[in-house]
C-alpha cells in the first residue's frame, strides 16, 4: 500500500503586502487580486486575506479544491469586483 502525500500550501493577501513577495506568511503577504489570480493554485492551497482589509479588483481561481478565508482580527475582508474611477464630475441637468 501506498501513500501519495500532497502538501498545501497557504498564501497571505494584505493591502499594504508586496507583489514581489513570496505570499507564503503573513511578513511577505502579496497585495493585490489581480498577483492571486495571475498564480496557479493547487488543490489544498489555502489564501488567507487580512481581516479589515478592503480589495479592489477580479479575484479569478481557476483550480479546484482552493479555500479562501481570512486571517488576523477584526471585519471580513472585502473583495469588492468594482472598479474606481479617479475623474472628476459635472451634474448636468436636463
Sequence with gaps: MSAICSAQTTF??????????LGTSEATAW???SKVSAQSFSSGDVILFKRGQVFQ????????????DAYGTGA??????????????TVYSG
Design 76 to 89: 471580513a475582508p472585502i473583495l469588492s469586483g468594482a472598479e474606481q474611477i479617479n475623474t472628476t464630475w
Design 57 to 68: 479588483g477580479k479575484l479569478r481561481i481557476t483550480s479546484s479544491g482552493v479555500t479562501v
Design 31 to 33: 497585495k493585490t487580486l
Design 12 to 21: 497571505y493577501v494584505a493591502s499594504d503586502g508586496n507583489d514581489t513577495a
